[in-house]
């Protein structure tokens, strides 16, 4: 490398001879015309490069745009070379006018070419170079000042990034410290702008270049860097970490810097001053983040993680919730190291203490170390819980009680939506749980109301809106709607249109859609509902109910209704109250959930009829009365709103039973009307026309609307009044003038509700009337009304429109006035084949068509969209094909769910029109579009004449990748799809993948999405959906929705038919799963193995789910296999995946009579259908962890290197420093410490003794203060010569864990030292809180230190003295 820098950087050739005296001054002035001009061009390109590559940054993830801006920048870097190119043609060839074109390049601060720069320099020093050089001060001013010039063209972008690197290091490596020196402050200023320079460029290399090791040594930059990191300049060093966390690429990277003791310098960064240091904290903080992003994890000592632990138990600190998610983290990925660095004990205190926004986060951490003994054996049995609901069973209030019994009851409810969490609840005969049902009966209001209110959230219950007055005792009663319980969906719920087919107006609900307008709030509400991946729930498991089946049990166990009764005694309504919703609604679920003889002793409730009929406490007699009272109407509301199908067919056919209903309640309805309408005398009529007032006045605003509506839908739907009104009166035609678009009346009244109700619902009414009648049906057309509606429609013709006038249909009128309602109308008119013929006649359907292309007119094509009526064959149909396949991406996906609405809407079970419509969506450029229609022809493959046709068509999936395997699973379902997969080699490819990987992506799948449903994740916010959106690929949450149903699996689909079960034993892939579970020890602790037998077992438990399926596992008898380990495992989340697959099992009758056989019960409902749900005979067995035996992981004694100097100076200092992490002894340590730096300074610049004393911080628990004391008193400055010892105090200390590594083997030791003190978990959480160890002063030989041998050079400080527990404030005066 110096080779080819040094060849570069040789004298250049001799310059050409000068021009002839006439044409120098000429020449020169063109030279700097132009390079002005390219000095400024360069400039404008610059800023442009810059905004481009800022853009980049922000449209990262949306291709287009992100192709358009990388063309933008690649053709702005060609511009800017050729300008480049240009510059540094006349910079060399520039002459006599160098002087000015040098100054020229500076004043635009020109970075072109550094090159040119030293080769300026040399010249300009050569003919400077009249004095000999000295050592003087001046002259080495006069180097650092030429050393800045060079900094004018450092890093042109023509370099290699292997020359510029080269440069950057060199310049980096200059010793700040010895420019601190008196009188060298102005040198300081210009080294630390240089390095804030040069740093700043090499951070811009490191983001845009990869593999930078190929171009430069990663050794030499950590070295460099390093260097940065130890100086005196607070920007320099945070600069310096930047860089150093963009260096990090892999563990390699991670050792270079522990090698070189970056840990240190990190260690050094963490304990500085929070309120001047910040920023160099945090960049710390974020290169350990980085380290264990890119698995560094084995090179992260305990030093690193007690600077961090010691952060986090600053609670005012502002980086505390990221050290506490990064010691979540590294509990994670090494739980001993975190316990060794008193990790664990800070996680549970931030736990109790309710960290904002932290506790899923601990929590999830302190789930997945309870999960296998391996990790929990680092916890003691029985402690950590109790810490965590402690504030349960306090009976004094005491300083923030009622918040942190909050905090605790948000930690148990986050605690039971896991299995560890559950299983920890039931540990010790279920001691935890039963202690936080206790808390009910304290007699403390708000500590009830707390629990009651975390007990909702536990069993999932969502109030009724009205619960307040109940509560409050201003109503006797609540109203409930189906679905209560939040796991609970059912498509009536999520379907907004159950009901009318077409949006115009015969109900409120259709007034508040109309009034909402054909904006977004239309697009949202189209896409309420969202499909599942498949909605066939038959095989699928509601695997929320079946959790909190066991929750519930649990509880009930606990005594929780017992505890309930008792509250309903309280003198308080509201505790009484909302006891009793509670209690009604554990009786709901457990009806639901429980096998049917628990749900039988569970509604017995002995002792609150006990109190019911007890004459001697009035108060008590009346709320238990009252309770049951409630309990009663709730069950009696609940039977008759109950509609909780059990698979969306059921669903349908409820939804479709209430549109016939409806209709012919409508029916006979019109009929009343018609004959009321027939029997009226003409006087009556003429009466009834004069009191609306149209025959009186033209003013609108004085008509009686009512009596118009009514009139409309009695008497004038008999043919004679119609005719009467029409030809006799003017009434018809005055209503009809009132709705011409150019009359200005209706389409110019403001779109509030209470217009929308009377004006636009009248004209609904009237159009139907109209249609009704063959004579309205030629007046209609007769009337002006529609034609001016298609002119209308014609101004939005860019060619045709008046630029000069509003359109009817303008944005602004279509948003704010009844100028929407016309396509209202005309969709009322699209029912009606009369009303289709009159569109035709007056080419309002070819308007649409032309409207349909407008680029800017969304709002418009989806009024047309939800308006249109498709139940005939005709105009609409096509118009909607039209806009799902030549529209922007957001219309069309609108397009394609407004389909799915159309179709869970209609009368017929077959659609073969939607079908082609949606196979047509499946090849569309949008990937969002196609996925949406893969859901709804999975939905509507659920009638079976739709899959037969769907199949008949043999679309083509195989580009669609992943997105088209619900529409193939459903494909097998059948045996002619079966036979179409077949014979294209679907079937044996997908099982070849299930067998080899994909049952383990399933695992993953499935739990991201039960863990999703159990955190009960609200929704994404609601977005334009017209919006491009440039997240939309490889979004998780829009591919598997957290529904808490287990997603479809390829052998559950492959086993429904007979032809799926040959194949499945051909393959013999079964024979497998049986032998791999029957083969699993209990005592394997192989991460890979517990994730691949969750694989096995879900695989099997979905063959097991269907009836074809069911006798594989009967021939191997494996239920009772899978039985054993949800009984014996002592891996927590496979007892409950286990759990899960039983359910599965349960699924069918045959099912549960073999689980009956293995003690476990089988739920069903009322008509004798499997729910799916099973809960085993014997809670203890299934519920019940053995104790396991605690291990404790005792923090690793410091290890002194054998060079360090052993005096009394140096045994003092340490034996000080180390009574610092004592809180009784620190203030004399601190005092001591004090006295000793003033007496010996020296000591305080060893660069020995400051690597023992970072050992020991690394060793024994030091809080914020004290370590920020200890690190301030040595006065270390870090030279390159202090740096080499370092390094040396360092390979001694590696050397001497080597061998005593290789003693330990040869000896046979176990690699426990005997050491008094333990780590900081032990003495946060035991009664007898451990002792932190001190260096002590005495000699070597004494009693209190002893020095052990480690192969005749390593002398390790064991300490066997005991000191007073370390508080929690460390308090100390520093003179």
């Given at each position: 490398m110096e080779n080819a820098v040094s060849s570069t950087l040789a004298p250049s050739p001799p310059p050409p001879p000068p021009p002839l005296p006439s044409t120098l001054g000429k020449r020169s002035s063109q030279i700097m015309r132009e390079l002005d001009e390219l000095l400024t061009r360069h400039d404008k390109e610059t800023k442009i490069k810059l905004g481009v590559e800022n853009m980049l940054e922000v449209y990262f993830k949306d291709k287009k745009r992100k192709k358009d801006l990388e063309a933008q920048l690649e053709s702005c870097n060609a511009s800017m070379d050729e300008i480049v190119q240009r510059i540094e043609y006349i910079r060399t060839n520039a002459g006599p006018t160098i002087s000015e074109v040098t100054q020229k390049l500076k004043e635009h601060n020109y970075t072109g070419n550094a090159l040119f720069s030293s080769t300026i320099t040399s010249n300009t020093s050569s003919r400077n170079r009249s004095k000999p050089r000295s050592n003087s001060s001046p002259n080495i001013k006069g180097k650092q000042k030429a050393s800045q010039e060079n900094i004018l063209f450092p890093d042109d972008d023509a370099w290699p990034i292997g020359k510029r690197l080269h440069h950057i290091i060199t310049q980096l490596r200059i010793d700040e410290w010895k420019a601190t020196k008196p009188g060298t402050s102005s040198d300081a200023l210009a080294i630390k702008e240089s390095k804030l320079a040069k740093l700043d460029t090499l951070l811009r290399i490191l983001k845009n270049t990869t593999d930078i090791e190929t171009h430069y040594p990663k050794q030499n930059m950590v070295a460099c860097l390093r260097q940065c990191i130890a100086g005196p300049n607070r920007e320099v060093r945070v600069m310096s970490l930047r860089n150093l966390r963009h260096l990090v690429e892999g563990p390699t990277d991670v050792k270079i810097m522990m090698d070189m003791q970056i840990d240190i310098f990190i260690v050094r960064a963490l304990s500085r001053d929070p309120n001047n240091h910040e920023p160099e904290r945090e960049q710390s903080l974020k290169l350990v983040r980085s380290f264990i992003e890119y698995n560094g994890l084995d090179y992260i000592n305990q030093g690193i993680v007690r600077a961090i632990v010691a952060i986090a138990e600053q609670t005012d600190c502002r980086l505390r919730n990221i050290s506490?998610?990064?010691?979540?983290?590294?509990?994670?990925?090494?739980?001993?190291?975190?316990?060794?660095?008193?990790?664990?004990?800070?996680?549970?205190?931030?736990?109790?203490?309710g960290q904002l926004n932290m506790a899923e986060v601990l929590v999830h951490a302190l789930v997945y170390i309870l999960d296998t003994p391996g990790r929990r054996r680092y916890l003691r049995p029985g402690v950590e819980l109790e810490t965590i609901i402690a504030p349960f069973t306090e009976t004094g209030k005491g300083a923030n009680f009622e918040e942190r019994l909050k905090n605790s009851a948000r930690v148990v409810t986050l605690l039971l939506k896991s299995w560890a969490g559950v299983f920890l609840m039931c540990a010790n005969n279920m001691r935890a749980a039963r202690s936080v049902v206790q808390t009910l009966r304290f007699p403390a209001p708000e500590t009830q109301k707390i629990v009651l209110d975390m007990f909702f959230n536990v069993f999932r219950v969502k109030l009724p809106k009205d619960y307040n007055n109940f509560l409050t005792g201003r109503q006797h009663t609540v109203h409930i709607a189906s679905g209560r319980s939040r796991g609970t969906s059912t498509s009536d719920q999520n379907n907004p249109y159950c009901g009318a087919t077409s949006r115009l107006g015969a109900s409120g609900n259709d007034m508040n859609d109309l009034m909402k307008g054909f904006g977004y709030a239309d697009a949202k509400e189209a896409m309420a509902h969202k499909p599942n991946s498949s909605n066939n729930n038959t095989e699928r498991l509601n695997m929320l109910d079946h959790h909190l089946c066991i929750i519930l049990i649990i509880f009930i166990d606990a005594d929780i209704l017992m505890a309930l009764v008792d509250m309903v005694k309280s003198d308080d309504v509201y505790i009484s109250r909302k006891a009793t919703l509670l209690i009604g609604e554990i009786l709901q679920l457990s009806t639901r959930l429980l096998p049917i003889m628990m749900g039988i002793q569970v509604q017995s409730l002995p002792k609150l009829f006990a109190l019911a009929s007890n004459f001697e406490d009035e108060q008590v007699r009346h709320n238990a009365t009252t309770a049951l009272a409630h309990i009663d109407r709730l069950t009696r509301a609940r039977v008759r709103y109950m509609s909780i199908p059990s698979s969306h067919v059921t669903s349908t056919l409820t939804s479709k039973a209430n549109n016939n209903t409806t209709a012919r309640t409508q029916e006979m309805v019109h009929e009343v009307k018609l004959k009321i309408g027939m029997a009226i005398d003409d006087t009556h009529f003429r009466q009834l026309l004069m009191d609306t007032q149209v025959l009186n006045t033209k003013d609108y605003t004085k008509w009686n609307w009512e009596s118009i509506s009514e009139l409309l839908q009695g008497p004038l739907l008999n043919p004679r009044r119609l005719e009467e009104a029409m030809r006799g009166k003017k009434f018809i035609k005055r209503l009809l003038a009132f709705y011409r678009p150019f009359a200005h009346k209706f389409s110019d009244?403001?779109?509030s509700k209470a217009n929308i109700a009377r004006h636009l619902k009248t004209g609904c009414i009237m159009i139907q009337t109209l249609l009704g009648n063959p004579d309205g049906v030629r007046y209609l057309s007769e009337n002006k009304l529609l034609s001016q509606i298609a002119e209308a429609l014609s101004e939005l013709d860019p060619l045709n429109g008046d630029p000069e006038t509003e359109p009817i249909f303008s944005k602004e009128r279509m948003e704010n006035t009844l100028s929407r309602g016309y396509i209202t109308l005309l969709g009322v008119m699209s029912k009606h084949k009369d009303g289709v013929r009159l569109m035709e006649k007056f080419k309002i359907f070819s308007l649409f068509y032309q409207l349909s292309e407008l680029r800017n007119r969304d709002d418009l094509k989806i009024a047309i969209i939800t308006n249109m009526d498709y139940t005939l064959d005709g105009h609409p149909r096509v118009l909607l094909s039209k806009i799902m396949t030549s529209g922007y991406n957001p219309i069309r996906l609108f397009a394609t769910q407004y389909l799915g609405n159309i179709m869970r809407r209609s009368e017929s079970e077959y659609n073969g029109w939607i079908i082609r419509l949606l196979l047509t969506q499946l090849y569309d450029t949008h990937l969002d579009v196609c996925q949406m229609a893969v859901s709804l022809l999975d939905e509507a493959c659920e009638n079976q004449g739709n899959l037969e046709l769907l199949v008949k068509y043999r679309p083509s999936l195989g580009h669609l990748g992943e997105i088209g395997n619900p529409l193939l699973l459903r494909f097998l379902s059948t045996s002619t799809g079966f036979r179409y997969l077949y014979a294209l080699g679907y079937v044996q490819k997908e099982m070849?993948?299930?067998?080899?990987?994909?049952?383990?992506?399933?695992v993953t799948q499935l739990e991201l999405s039960l863990a999703r449903a159990l955190a009960n994740t609200s929704e994404k916010k609601d977005r334009n959906p017209f919006e491009e959106r440039i997240d939309s690929e490889q979004n998780f949450e829009n591919l598997q929705p957290g529904d808490g149903l287990s997603p479809p699996h390829f052998y559950g689909e492959l086993t429904k038919t007979e032809d799926g079960c040959g194949l499945l034993r051909e393959k013999g892939h079964f024979q497998y799963f049986a032998d791999f579970i029957r083969n699993y020890s209990l005592e394997n602790q192989n991460p890979e193995v517990f994730q691949q037998l969750k694989a096995v077992l879900w695989a099997v438990g979905?063959?097991?789910?269907?009836?074809?399926?069911l006798p594989f596992l009967e021939e191997e008898d494996i239920v009772k296999d899978i039985v054993h380990i949800a009984e014996s495992s002592e891996v927590l989340s496979l007892k409950g995946t286990c759990y899960y697959v039983l359910g599965l099992v349960a699924k069918t009758q045959q099912g549960i009579e073999i689980l009956s056989e293995l003690n476990w019960d089988g739920v069903t409902s009322p008509n004798g259908v499997p729910e799916g749900l099973c809960v085993p005979q014997n809670l203890e067995l299934f519920l019940s962890i053995r104790n396991w035996k605690y291990t404790p992981a005792l923090s690793n004694p410091p290890v002194f290197p054998s060079t360090v100097e052993q005096d009394d100076i140096t045994l003092d200092i340490l034996k000080n420093i180390g009574d610092m992490s004592n809180h009784i002894l620190a203030n004399e340590a601190s005092k001591n410490l004090a006295k000793l730096r003033q007496k010996h300074p020296n000591h305080f610049k060893r660069v020995d003794l400051f690597y023992c004393v970072c050992q020991l911080l690394g060793s024994y628990h030091f809080r914020t203060p004290v370590r920020k004391y200890i690190l301030e008193i040595f006065d270390m400055r870090f030279t390159p010569e202090l740096l080499q010892e370092l390094d040396s105090v360092a390979m001694v200390d590696e050397q001497q864990e080597d061998e005593e590594e290789k003693y330990k083997k040869e000896?046979?030791?176990?690699?426990?030292?005997?050491?008094?003190?333990?780590?900081?978990?032990?003495?946060?959480?035991?009664?007898?809180?451990?002792r932190e160890p001190s260096v002590s002063n005495s000699s070597v030989n004494s009693d209190k230190k002893k020095v052990v041998p480690r192969s005749g050079k390593q002398q390790q400080i064991v300490h066997t003295e005991t000191l007073e527990p370390v508080s929690k404030q460390i308090g100390f005066d520093v003179k």
């Open positions: 506490l998610e990064t010691l979540a983290e590294l509990a994670i990925l090494d739980i001993g190291l975190t316990v060794r660095s008193g990790g664990v004990r800070v996680l549970m205190q931030a736990l109790l203490d009244i403001n779109a070849d993948d299930w067998f080899e990987y994909r049952n383990l992506q399933y979905s063959i097991g789910a269907t009836k074809n399926g000896e046979g030791e176990d690699g426990k030292d005997d050491i008094d003190g333990g780590d900081d978990l032990e003495s946060s959480i035991s009664n007898e809180p451990l």
